[in-house]
Protein backbone atom coordinates (compact mmCIF):
# COMPACT_ATOMS: atom_id res chain seq x y z
CA UNK A 1 0.00 0.00 0.00
CA UNK A 2 1.45 3.50 -1.15
CA UNK A 3 1.48 6.09 1.57
CA UNK A 4 -1.44 8.22 0.36
CA UNK A 5 -3.26 4.42 0.62
CA UNK A 6 -2.09 4.48 4.24
CA UNK A 7 -3.35 7.80 5.32
CA UNK A 8 -6.82 7.07 3.75
CA UNK A 9 -7.33 3.63 5.61
CA UNK A 10 -6.21 4.88 9.20
CA UNK A 11 -8.81 7.74 8.88
CA UNK A 12 -10.94 5.78 7.51
CA UNK A 13 -10.73 2.98 10.07
CA UNK A 14 -9.89 5.34 13.39
CA UNK A 15 -10.87 8.43 12.24
CA UNK A 16 -14.28 8.11 13.86
CA UNK A 17 -13.00 7.57 17.06
CA UNK A 18 -13.65 10.90 20.13
CA UNK A 19 -11.15 10.47 22.70
CA UNK A 20 -12.37 9.14 26.08
CA UNK A 21 -12.13 10.47 29.88
CA UNK A 22 -9.83 13.69 30.25
CA UNK A 23 -9.02 13.87 26.47
CA UNK A 24 -12.39 13.91 25.20
CA UNK A 25 -13.14 16.30 22.33
CA UNK A 26 -16.58 17.15 20.95
CA UNK A 27 -15.34 16.21 17.63
CA UNK A 28 -14.04 13.07 15.91
CA UNK A 29 -10.56 13.15 15.06
CA UNK A 30 -11.42 12.72 10.88
CA UNK A 31 -13.63 16.08 11.47
CA UNK A 32 -11.04 17.59 13.77
CA UNK A 33 -8.31 16.95 10.61
CA UNK A 34 -10.85 18.30 8.14
CA UNK A 35 -11.13 21.31 9.56
CA UNK A 36 -7.78 22.33 10.62
CA UNK A 37 -6.96 21.79 6.57
CA UNK A 38 -10.15 23.86 5.58
CA UNK A 39 -8.64 26.79 8.38
CA UNK A 40 -5.54 26.55 6.67
CA UNK A 41 -6.91 27.01 3.15
CA UNK A 42 -9.07 29.50 4.07
CA UNK A 43 -5.70 31.44 5.47
CA UNK A 44 -4.01 30.96 1.67
CA UNK A 45 -1.42 28.58 3.65
CA UNK A 46 0.45 26.88 0.79
CA UNK A 47 0.04 23.21 0.26
CA UNK A 48 2.56 21.68 2.68
CA UNK A 49 1.26 23.74 5.06
CA UNK A 50 -2.52 22.05 4.27
CA UNK A 51 -1.21 18.92 4.35
CA UNK A 52 0.15 19.20 7.20
CA UNK A 53 -2.52 20.80 8.63
CA UNK A 54 -4.83 17.16 7.93
CA UNK A 55 -2.12 15.61 8.99
CA UNK A 56 -1.16 17.00 12.84
CA UNK A 57 -2.68 14.15 14.65
CA UNK A 58 -2.34 11.24 12.56
CA UNK A 59 -0.10 9.75 15.13
CA UNK A 60 -3.06 9.44 17.13
CA UNK A 61 -4.69 7.17 15.18
CA UNK A 62 -1.31 4.49 15.07
CA UNK A 63 -0.37 2.12 17.08
CA UNK A 64 2.35 2.55 20.04
CA UNK A 65 0.38 5.24 22.36
CA UNK A 66 0.22 4.51 26.19
CA UNK A 67 -3.44 2.82 27.68
CA UNK A 68 -4.13 5.59 29.65
CA UNK A 69 -4.63 9.18 29.77
CA UNK A 70 -2.25 10.16 32.42
CA UNK A 71 0.49 9.90 30.17
CA UNK A 72 1.52 11.85 27.39
CA UNK A 73 1.03 10.15 24.32
CA UNK A 74 4.05 11.88 22.15
CA UNK A 75 1.40 11.61 18.87
CA UNK A 76 3.13 14.43 17.31
CA UNK A 77 6.21 12.66 16.86
CA UNK A 78 4.39 8.66 16.15
CA UNK A 79 3.47 9.04 12.22
CA UNK A 80 6.67 11.35 11.03
CA UNK A 81 8.42 8.01 10.05
CA UNK A 82 5.53 7.40 8.24
CA UNK A 83 5.20 10.61 6.40
CA UNK A 84 8.88 11.37 5.69
CA UNK A 85 8.68 8.99 3.50
CA UNK A 86 6.80 10.93 0.89
CA UNK A 87 6.62 14.07 2.25
CA UNK A 88 9.26 16.88 3.03
CA UNK A 89 10.08 18.88 6.72
CA UNK A 90 7.73 21.50 5.27
CA UNK A 91 4.93 19.03 5.85
CA UNK A 92 6.40 16.93 8.93
CA UNK A 93 8.25 19.42 11.08
CA UNK A 94 5.08 21.67 11.88
CA UNK A 95 3.33 18.30 12.79
CA UNK A 96 6.14 17.40 14.63
CA UNK A 97 6.26 20.66 16.36
CA UNK A 98 3.11 21.49 17.09
CA UNK A 99 3.21 20.29 20.87
CA UNK A 100 6.18 22.34 21.62
CA UNK A 101 3.75 25.60 19.62
CA UNK A 102 1.42 24.91 22.66
CA UNK A 103 3.68 24.69 25.22
CA UNK A 104 5.21 28.40 23.50
CA UNK A 105 2.34 30.00 22.97
CA UNK A 106 1.34 29.50 26.72
CA UNK A 107 4.51 31.17 28.43
CA UNK A 108 4.39 33.94 25.84
CA UNK A 109 0.88 34.88 25.14
CA UNK A 110 -1.36 35.96 28.70
CA UNK A 111 -4.65 35.28 26.50
CA UNK A 112 -4.05 31.89 25.09
CA UNK A 113 -4.10 29.31 28.20
CA UNK A 114 -8.01 30.79 28.65
CA UNK A 115 -8.94 29.55 24.71
CA UNK A 116 -7.44 26.28 25.43
CA UNK A 117 -10.44 23.44 25.35
CA UNK A 118 -9.98 21.01 28.84
CA UNK A 119 -8.80 17.94 26.92
CA UNK A 120 -6.14 20.06 25.36
CA UNK A 121 -5.37 21.36 28.66
CA UNK A 122 -4.80 18.30 30.37
CA UNK A 123 -2.16 17.01 27.86
CA UNK A 124 -0.87 20.39 28.20
CA UNK A 125 0.15 19.05 31.75
CA UNK A 126 1.48 16.08 30.63
CA UNK A 127 3.40 17.90 27.29
CA UNK A 128 5.45 19.93 29.82
CA UNK A 129 3.01 23.09 30.59
CA UNK A 130 5.10 26.12 30.13
CA UNK A 131 8.32 27.08 28.15
CA UNK A 132 11.29 28.05 30.03
CA UNK A 133 13.57 30.87 28.45
CA UNK A 134 16.00 28.44 27.27
CA UNK A 135 13.61 26.28 25.60
CA UNK A 136 11.39 29.27 23.99
CA UNK A 137 14.98 30.42 22.07
CA UNK A 138 15.67 27.46 21.06
CA UNK A 139 11.73 27.10 20.01
CA UNK A 140 12.34 30.43 18.20
CA UNK A 141 14.94 29.53 16.18
CA UNK A 142 13.39 26.62 14.70
CA UNK A 143 12.75 26.98 10.87
CA UNK A 144 9.99 25.95 10.56
CA UNK A 145 8.40 27.75 14.31
CA UNK A 146 6.18 30.26 12.25
CA UNK A 147 4.55 27.47 10.28
CA UNK A 148 3.99 25.51 13.13
CA UNK A 149 2.22 28.25 15.27
CA UNK A 150 0.16 29.30 12.26
CA UNK A 151 -0.66 25.84 12.33
CA UNK A 152 -1.02 25.18 16.58
CA UNK A 153 -3.93 28.39 16.12
CA UNK A 154 -5.92 26.30 13.24
CA UNK A 155 -5.42 22.95 15.33
CA UNK A 156 -7.06 24.82 18.38
CA UNK A 157 -10.34 26.13 16.27
CA UNK A 158 -10.99 23.03 14.32
CA UNK A 159 -12.83 21.46 17.09
CA UNK A 160 -16.57 22.90 16.18
CA UNK A 161 -19.25 20.06 16.35
CA UNK A 162 -21.25 20.46 13.14
CA UNK A 163 -18.73 21.93 10.83
CA UNK A 164 -19.05 21.80 7.27
CA UNK A 165 -15.65 20.57 5.54
CA UNK A 166 -14.38 18.98 2.03
CA UNK A 167 -13.98 15.94 2.03
CA UNK A 168 -10.61 13.34 3.07
CA UNK A 169 -11.03 12.59 -0.68
CA UNK A 170 -10.65 15.96 -1.56
CA UNK A 171 -7.18 16.51 0.53
CA UNK A 172 -5.77 12.98 -0.15
CA UNK A 173 -6.10 14.72 -3.93
CA UNK A 174 -4.31 17.78 -2.31
CA UNK A 175 -1.88 14.98 -0.85
CA UNK A 176 -1.08 13.55 -4.39
CA UNK A 177 -0.66 16.97 -6.00
CA UNK A 178 1.87 17.56 -3.49
CA UNK A 179 3.89 14.10 -4.06
CA UNK A 180 3.53 14.80 -7.97
CA UNK A 181 4.91 18.27 -7.77
CA UNK A 182 8.43 17.08 -5.30
CA UNK A 183 8.45 14.55 -7.86
CA UNK A 184 8.75 16.87 -10.53
CA UNK A 185 12.11 18.14 -10.77
CA UNK A 186 12.34 22.10 -10.98
CA UNK A 187 11.98 23.20 -14.97
CA UNK A 188 15.34 25.43 -16.30
CA UNK A 189 14.60 28.20 -18.60
CA UNK A 190 17.20 28.75 -21.49
CA UNK A 191 16.95 32.64 -22.53
FE1 LIG B 1 -2.11 17.23 18.52
FE1 LIG C 1 -5.02 18.57 16.92
Given at each position: MDLIGKIDALFRRRGHTCYS????????ALEHALQCAQLAEWAHADTALVAAALLHDLGQL????????????QHELRALPMLSAGFGPEVTEPIRLHVAAKRYLVSTD????????PASLHSLRLQGGRMNAEERLLFENHAHAAAALKLRRWDDL????GMRTPSLDYYLGLLEQLQGEARTPPRLSIV
Open positions: DERTEAVSMDGGPDDALRDDEAYEGTLSAKRP
